[in-house]
């Protein structure tokens, strides 16, 4: 070993298993280039079986199933064993295997550090590691996928970076031999988000499809297998899956255990749940810790992808025969959890429309087309909408896209998309508050983010493009724009739907337009609402209604919410939530007079005549803050 290397090294992965899994291929490349350091896994208990014993020499296991990982750090179990650390052994360098993406979790690798007494800390920087003395630039979730980053940092100490599988401890399987083609389904998703879940009623009707098209051996696998009480909190897989089935449907239950032939959950431990997967023909589930370890195994497998970011945490097989299939629906605001530098949302929303809309029919189609060794395109099977395509000026504000445009620039954008006719394309209408609120909502930030056009909805937005040095043309607002798009509508025959506000609005808004713009077409107006449970019908009645464009009044960021998680589905060439506007035109609400709005001061307007919005409009002053601190 050449003498500069370190000898003893201790690896720092305390999260969960598929985390583990991801970073087994790393170990093993330092264990390849150092034959002789002595390696320490520093790891969660409920993860340490599936390491194998020749990879490491020594495993300090911390516990933290059903916690949150930073203050199961600081528990007082683990406390003691990081104290042994601190009293016995020193290490030559620390290896973080983790993105220092929460200040909390910072400060706790910061700890281990002197903890451990490492002269040499190697980690992802983002600005915030300051503890490191050996990096490589984080650039954020997805922009290399996690096995990768890994494999990158080990390159550090002389390591090969190469691709490589996970090596996994692989128990004995707990199942008899059969002769019948054997599947796997995990419906479950572990603990850390229940929204990567996908519906019991629907993995029922798979698993009874697949065992009677194929014969095939259905086996159930996941955590403890105990059904809740009715008060009892989610805990684990089945505790949530199950009781979400036996709401929407009585019968979901028993269809999916009278499909199953073999009920694993809570039966297996970590390597023998390995082998059992190994054994399978194919595996389906959602993104978890099961995902990660079919794919050690190399088992041919369909994941499902809906909130996570598959770019970031897909299965990692790089040398299997099969490659994992990976199915999403691809609406706009899919994923809203670990996307570049933050965590995101990993609950998802409460519509979990992402998941929903990834039917049982699609998963069936490609398990038939893997087990008959067909290739499978791992992409989602609808168009995915249109993100900023279009020629022009665009710049960032607040890590949010502006687009420099006018309103005849627009009007001509909008007749190719119509024309075109290749998909929904969405529009936001970006002001200062809409800005500050996506600084802390992670979705609509994304949405932002993702739109094909935002346009500049506010004298505030004017103002911050001048103070990156750029005159953008024009204020370009949803409500002037609307007027300006229905007049146009008239003149080519484009269909406007209006969805929102309260009950009679949208109609009375609708009409008004019609007598100002004679031959304007009005595909339908519907009150509606944002509501989960409404979705389906809505979007069946509006691409029923045939019409081309769509304006949305459910408020903002609600309005752009529903129209990015209904992207895939919705038969318009364009979407855009116009907020108040139906009120405008309906004459429920005075819009502000033409002079003051020239001159920018239709925010002034409003609050007078509805004080209560006072609070609101202190997302001006903090707008104004964060552009000076933001500087050019």
Same mark, same amino acid.
């Not at 890590?399 to 909008?414: A, R, V």
């Given at each position: 070993?050449?003498?500069?290397?370190?000898?003893?090294?201790?690896?720092?992965?305390?999260?969960?298993?598929?985390?583990?899994?991801?970073?087994?291929?790393?170990?093993?490349?330092?264990?390849?280039?150092?034959?002789?350091?002595?390696?320490?896994?520093?790891?969660?208990?409920?993860?340490?079986?599936?390491?194998?014993?020749?990879?490491?020499?020594?495993?300090?296991?911390?516990?933290?199933?059903?916690?949150?990982?930073?203050?199961?750090?600081?528990?007082?179990?683990?406390?003691?064993?990081?104290?042994?650390?601190?009293?016995?052994?020193?290490?030559?360098?620390?290896?973080?295997?983790?993105?220092?993406?929460?200040?909390?979790?910072?400060?706790?690798?910061?700890?281990?550090?002197?903890?451990?007494?490492?002269?040499?800390?190697?980690?992802?920087?983002?600005?915030?590691?300051?503890?490191?003395?050996?990096?490589?630039?984080?650039?954020?979730?997805?922009?290399?996928?996690?096995?990768?980053?890994?494999?990158?940092?080990?390159?550090?100490?002389?390591?090969?970076?190469?691709?490589?599988?996970?090596?996994?401890?692989?128990?004995?399987?707990?199942?008899?031999?059969?002769?019948?083609?054997?599947?796997?389904?995990?419906?479950?998703?572990?603990?850390?988000?229940?929204?990567?879940?996908?519906?019991?009623?629907?993995?029922?009707?798979?698993?009874?499809?697949?065992?009677?098209?194929?014969?095939?051996?259905?086996?159930?696998? !996941?955590?403890?297998?105990?059904?809740?009480?009715?008060?009892?909190?989610?805990?684990?897989?089945?505790?949530?899956?199950?009781?979400?089935?036996?709401? !929407?449907?009585?019968?979901?239950?028993?269809?999916?255990?009278?499909?199953?032939?073999?009920?694993?959950?809570?039966?297996?431990?970590?390597?023998?749940?390995?082998?059992?997967?190994?054994?399978?023909?194919?595996?389906?589930?959602?993104?978890?810790?099961?995902?990660?370890?079919?794919?050690?195994?190399?088992?041919?497998?369909?994941?499902?992808?809906?909130?996570?970011?598959?770019?970031?945490?897909?299965?990692?097989?790089?040398?299997?025969?099969?490659?994992?299939?990976?199915?999403?629906?691809?609406?706009?605001?899919?994923?809203?959890?670990?996307?570049?530098?933050?965590?995101?949302?990993?609950?998802?929303?409460?519509?979990?429309?992402?998941?929903?809309?990834?039917?049982?029919?699609?998963?069936?189609?490609?398990?038939?087309?893997?087990?008959?060794?067909?290739?499978?395109?791992?992409?989602?099977?609808?168009?995915?909408?249109?993100?900023?395509?279009?020629?022009?000026?665009?710049?960032?504000?607040?890590?949010?896209?502006?687009?420099?445009?006018?309103?005849?620039?627009?009007?001509?954008?909008?007749?190719?998309?119509?024309?075109?006719?290749?998909?929904?394309?969405?529009?936001?209408?970006?002001?200062?508050?809409?800005?500050?609120?996506?600084?802390?909502?992670?979705?609509?930030?994304?949405?932002?983010?993702?739109?094909?056009?935002?346009?500049?909805?506010?004298?505030?937005?004017?103002?911050?493009?001048?103070?990156?040095?750029?005159?953008?043309?024009?204020?370009?607002?949803?409500?002037?724009?609307?007027?300006?798009?229905?007049?146009?509508?008239?003149?080519?025959?484009?269909?406007?739907?209006?969805?929102?506000?309260?009950?009679?609005?949208?109609?009375?808004?609708?009409?008004?337009?019609?007598?100002?713009?004679?031959?304007?077409?009005?595909?339908?107006?519907?009150?509606?609402?944002?509501?989960?449970?409404?979705?389906?019908?809505?979007?069946?009645?509006?691409?029923?209604?045939?019409?081309?464009?769509?304006?949305?009044?459910?408020?903002?960021?609600?309005?752009?919410?529903?129209?990015?998680?209904?992207?895939?589905?919705?038969?318009?060439?364009?979407?855009?939530?116009?907020?108040?506007?139906?009120?405008?035109?309906?004459?429920?609400?005075?819009?502000?007079?033409?002079?003051?709005?020239?001159?920018?001061?239709?925010?002034?307007?409003?609050?007078?005549?509805?004080?209560?919005?006072?609070?609101?409009?202190?997302?001006?002053?903090?707008?104004?803050?964060?552009?000076?601190?933001?500087?050019?």
């Amino acid at each position: 070993m050449d003498a500069q290397a370190p000898k003893r090294l201790l690896l720092v992965q305390y999260a969960d298993i598929g985390d583990l899994i991801l970073t087994l291929p790393a170990v093993s490349a330092l264990r390849e280039s150092l034959p002789d350091a002595h390696l320490t896994l520093l790891t969660s208990a409920h993860a340490a079986p599936l390491v194998p014993q020749s990879l490491v020499d020594e495993i300090i296991t911390l516990e933290k199933k059903g916690q949150n990982a930073t203050r199961a750090f600081f528990r007082r179990s683990n406390w003691r064993r990081l104290w042994r650390i601190y009293r016995t052994t020193r290490f030559d360098a620390i290896l973080y295997f983790h993105h220092f993406s929460l200040r909390a979790g910072t400060l706790k690798f910061a700890l281990l550090a002197r903890l451990a007494g490492a002269g040499r800390r190697y980690g992802l920087q983002n600005g915030k590691a300051h503890f490191l003395t050996d990096s490589l630039p984080d650039d954020g979730f997805g922009a290399r996928h996690q096995a990768q980053y890994w494999l990158d940092l080990v390159g550090l100490l002389g390591a090969s970076s190469q691709a490589r599988p996970a090596p996994v401890h692989i128990g004995s399987s707990p199942l008899p031999r059969s002769d019948r083609l054997r599947i796997v389904i995990h419906p479950g998703s572990g603990s850390d988000s229940l929204a990567r879940r996908w519906s019991l009623p629907r993995f029922g009707a798979l698993a009874h499809q697949l065992r009677g098209e194929f014969n095939a051996e259905i086996v159930c696998v !996941g955590s403890a297998a105990d059904l809740p009480q009715p008060t009892a909190g989610p805990a684990n897989d089945r505790e949530t899956a199950i009781p979400a089935a036996k709401q !929407g449907d009585p019968n979901a239950l028993s269809l999916f255990q009278e499909s199953v032939d073999h009920d694993l959950t809570g039966r297996t431990d970590l390597p023998q749940l390995a082998a059992v997967l190994r054994e399978a023909a194919l595996v389906i589930g959602a993104d978890s810790g099961v995902m990660h370890l079919a794919a050690a195994v190399q088992t041919p497998q369909i994941a499902l992808f809906g909130p996570s970011n598959h770019e970031a945490w897909a299965p990692w097989a790089p040398q299997a025969e099969i490659a994992p299939v990976i199915l999403r629906s691809g609406v706009a605001c899919s994923p809203c959890s670990y996307v570049g530098q933050r965590i995101g949302q990993r609950e998802g929303c409460p519509a979990r429309t992402c998941m929903h809309l990834i039917s049982t029919a699609e998963v069936i189609q490609a398990a038939r087309s893997l087990l008959k060794g067909e290739r499978v395109v791992a992409q989602p099977a609808r168009t995915s909408p249109h993100t900023a395509q279009r020629d022009g000026q665009r710049l960032t504000i607040l890590g949010l896209p502006l687009d420099g445009i006018t309103y005849d620039e627009w009007l001509t954008q909008i007749e190719r998309w119509v024309k075109d006719r290749s998909g929904l394309h969405h529009v936001c209408t970006l002001n200062p508050e809409f800005a500050v609120i996506a600084q802390h909502d992670d979705n609509f930030r994304h949405i932002l983010q993702r739109a094909a056009l935002c346009v500049p909805d506010g004298v505030g937005m004017l103002w911050a493009a001048r103070r990156k040095g750029q005159d953008l043309p024009a204020r370009v607002t949803g409500a002037d724009g609307l007027s300006q798009i229905a007049q146009r509508a008239a003149e080519t025959g484009w269909r406007i739907f209006f969805l929102g506000a309260a009950p009679g609005v949208a109609a009375r808004a609708a009409d008004a337009l019609q007598a100002s713009y004679p031959g304007l077409q009005i595909a339908g107006t519907l009150s509606g609402s944002p509501a989960p449970a409404e979705e389906d019908e809505l979007v069946q009645q509006i691409n029923a209604s045939g019409a081309d464009l769509l304006f949305v009044a459910f408020g903002a960021p609600i309005q752009d919410q529903w129209i990015a998680r209904n992207s895939t589905r919705l038969d318009v060439a364009m979407a855009m939530g116009v907020g108040g506007a139906f009120d405008f035109l309906a004459g429920e609400v005075p819009r502000a007079p033409y002079g003051m709005r020239r001159l920018g001061l239709e925010w002034l307007f409003r609050l007078l005549r509805q004080p209560w919005r006072w609070r609101r409009m202190l997302r001006l002053p903090r707008f104004v803050l964060a552009v000076l601190r933001e500087g050019n």
